[in-house]
């Protein structure tokens, strides 16, 4: 008699941003919508609470430091929307959240191109002692012309040369976090009156093309050192930049086919960069819409779809693929009037997501697709019908969960943890409980530190090197 095996763990986080309207612009104004609380720590602890509940991994706070003005060359569409802006820093939430939770894990976004890897360094191993080792640091180069601007730059470097960049400044964090500290520096030597013994903190003498950085780390070893990589790249030079760093990677696939394709390709890439093919946990970008059935899930969908502002989805879309929409009319026929290859690649995608291959979109008609839910996916339905869809999804993919997007916020992280994540724990598909410890330990299962295999494992102290 043969059993049916059970299904893999479906792994969940939650996608937010220290700002209103994130993924969906003009949702602000739904009577629901509680966004605009962003400002208020209350809004991110409850929303802590909440997730962890529903046993997430953890919430994983994007950022920007530019405002999306391709569109029209100007701030007024973004800043009317509500579209990413006002923004604050993702950094500042994190110590408040791990205050009222005990293993919701926080992946926190920061730029490599504007900060010096040695203060940062500090920022990351201060967080990582304040939650007992559940953070990872997700790392971006940037891609708004508005924040090289205001940083004093004419523009941002070219798109390989951010990641050359990028790889010299985790060398830096690399050998200030792995290096610097042996493990049994700190003694605490009361009899003594030695706390840190100084033989056992090094210099890391480092001296590159972009950075100079010859002294010691400021902080002792945290309980990860190194905190989680996150990255989301997924260009040839961001891939590799990922198969040698990234320990979770975050994608936006519309199908299921494109996400099957990405994840071999990530896969791939790390196992050709000689570490485990399953060391990278991969989270593909999704919105769901849910109820007590399927047409009360539908109706929800449709009175989002009614808040959405289509000027502010068309901010978003002209400052991710850097062009400018504004240019078109609203019933523009994208392929006849709009000749961009980024554009009319990315509506062929989502004509294949939505089911309407063949017939021509329209500017309005793409704005309406990313109003409610960004780039990626929305599934709506009953917890039956959202819960087949996603074991579905993992199943012929390989990805090994979802970075969950709100339509309104608290409430559609709300709806999940009450209907989805019960339905999926039912069917063996979702975990029950919480492993212990670390992020990195909770991801991964083999401790706390970094994998010997990862890059920064290269950088560890090593007795053997010391003059």
Not at 15 to 44: E, I, T
Not at 247 to 261: D, Y
Not at 310 to 317: E, T
Request: glycine content about 8%.
């Amino acid at each position: 008699m043969s059993t049916t095996p059970a299904p893999r763990k479906i792994r969940f986080n939650a996608f937010d941003m220290n700002c209103v309207g994130h993924q969906s612009p003009g949702l602000w104004k739904h009577p629901k919508d509680q966004s605009a609380r962003y400002k208020d720590l209350s809004y991110w602890t409850d929303l802590a609470k909440t997730l962890e509940k529903g046993k997430f991994d953890g919430i994983f706070i994007a950022d920007v430091l530019g405002t999306y003005d391709v569109f029209g060359g100007s701030n007024e569409v973004p800043l009317r929307a509500g579209t990413q802006v006002p923004v604050n820093d993702p950094f500042m939430l994190v110590s408040a959240m791990a205050s009222v939770t005990e293993n919701l894990s926080f992946g926190v976004t920061a730029g490599t191109a504007y900060e010096h890897p040695y203060p940062f360094a500090r920022r990351l191993a201060t967080l990582d002692h304040l939650t007992k080792g559940r953070v990872g640091w997700n790392v971006v180069t940037g891609y708004l012309p508005s924040a090289a601007r205001n940083m004093g730059q004419e523009d941002q470097l070219e798109h390989d040369e951010r990641y050359n960049h990028a790889d010299e400044y985790l060398e830096v964090v690399y050998k200030l976090l792995e290096g610097s500290w042996e493990e049994d520096a700190v003694v605490k030597d009361v009899e003594r009156g030695i706390f840190t013994d100084p033989s056992k903190v090094h210099e890391i003498k480092h001296e590159g093309k972009y950075f100079k950085v010859p002294g010691i780390a400021i902080t002792e070893p945290s309980p990860q050192r190194t905190p989680v990589v996150f990255q989301a790249g997924t260009s040839s030079r961001g891939l590799k930049f990922a198969s040698e760093n990234a320990e979770a990677v975050f994608v936006t696939c519309p199908t299921k086919e494109m996400l099957k394709a990405t994840v071999t390709k990530i896969r791939d890439a790390v196992e050709a960069a000689g570490r485990g093919r399953y060391d990278v946990r991969i989270y593909a970008m999704q919105t769901i819409i849910t109820d007590v059935d399927s047409a009360a899930a539908q109706a929800k969908f449709e009175d989002y779809k009614s808040y959405a502002d289509i000027d502010g989805a068309l901010a978003l879309i002209s400052g991710w693929m850097g062009v400018d929409l504004s240019t078109y009319g609203p019933d523009d026929v994208i392929g006849a009037n709009v000749k961009s290859n980024a554009i009319q690649s990315s509506v062929a995608m989502f004509q294949k997501a939505s089911g309407d291959e063949g017939n021509p979109w329209t500017i309005r008609q793409l704005a309406e697709w990313v109003g409610v839910g960004g780039f990626g996916p929305v599934t709506i339905g009953s917890p039956t019908e959202v819960a087949d869809k996603l074991i579905d999804w993992v199943q012929d993919t390989d990805v090994d969960g979802f970075n969950l997007a709100y339509a309104i916020t608290p409430g559609t992280f709300e709806d999940i943890v009450e209907f989805i994540v019960p339905e999926l724990q039912a069917r063996g598909a979702y975990p029950t409980e919480y492993v212990e410890g670390t992020l990195r330990n909770k991801l991964f299962g083999k401790g706390d530190r970094v994998q010997d295999s990862h890059r920064a494992a290269n950088y560890r102290f090593d007795s053997a090197k010391v003059s």
